[in-house]
T-cell receptor, first 110, second 114 residues
Framework: EDQVTQSPEALRLQEGESSSLNCSYT??????LFWYRQDPGKGPEFLFT???AGEEKEKERLKATLTKKESFLHITAPKPEDSATYLC???????????FGTGTRLQVFP | NAGVTQTPKFQVLKTGQSMTLQCAQD?????MYWYRQDPGMGLRLIYY???????DKGEVPNGYNVSRLNKREFSLRLESAAPSQTSVYFC?????????????FGQGTRLTVV
């Protein structure tokens, strides 16, 4: 069965303390992996798309990487405004469906 | 640009009542989705539509029906609401299978069934 698993469930960081979030998948025939940010009471907001192993994308303090079995979202020197839930989703061949993981809730303290 | 618009934003239903959640997008997208989000469960796909007139079940379709009225609109219907359907519902759209790009989400409908 195709699955998407995110870890850790929750992460508390001090401002400036770098860390990584993990998204592992068992989807066969991956077409794309997507990272989203979700603030409380709002819909998910798109961050990155990764299509093939070895690909990397960066935006401000965030960097997403992809291997054949997992993706990492690296957060460098986070700030309190980076606090949010980070979701990953996968899309596999022959469909346009997006399957989400359960998310990582990140809290960054000053 | 409105993007994806969901109505209503909040709703309280009694067990057994029916209602329809509305979703409309103005981006000329082919694919549309309905998800539910529960604490600790992430986003779970209820139904998906690849184009006008087509729908497909997702991970948790039981108790729901959908209708892709036209290219812009995708509605979700609860025929007989149950407390287990208390959740936040999100509608999303994406350009389509050929483009394989990101989906855009609405702001959600918070539904409580008492």
């Amino acid at each position: 069965e195709d699955q998407v698993t995110q870890s850790p469930e929750a992460l508390r960081l001090q401002e400036g303390e770098s860390s990584s979030l993990n998204c592992s998948y068992t989807v066969s025939g991956l077409r794309g992996l997507f990272w989203y940010r979700q603030d409380p009471g709002k819909g998910p907001e798109f961050l990155f798309t990764l299509y093939s192993a070895g690909e990397e994308k960066e935006k401000e303090r965030l960097k997403a990487t992809l291997t054949k079995k997992e993706s990492f979202l690296h957060i460098t020197a986070p700030k309190p405004e980076d606090s949010a839930t980070y979701l990953c989703a996968v899309r596999y061949y022959n469909t346009d469906k997006l399957i989400f993981g359960t998310g990582t809730r990140l809290q960054v303290f000053p | 640009n409105a993007g994806v618009t969901q109505t209503p934003k909040f709703q309280v239903l009694k067990t057994g009542q029916s209602m329809t959640l509305q979703c409309a997008q103005d981006m000329n997208h082919n694919s549309m989705y309905w998800y539910r989000q529960d604490p600790g469960m992430g986003l779970r796909l209820i139904y998906y539509s690849a184009s006008e007139g087509t729908t497909d079940k997702g991970e948790v379709p039981n108790g729901y029906n959908v209708s892709r009225l036209n290219k812009r609109e995708f509605s979700l219907r609860l025929e007989s609401a149950a407390p287990s359907q208390t959740s936040v519902y999100f509608c999303a759209s994406s350009p389509g299978q050929d483009l394989n790009t990101e989906a855009f989400f609405g702001q959600g409908t918070r539904l409580t069934v008492v």
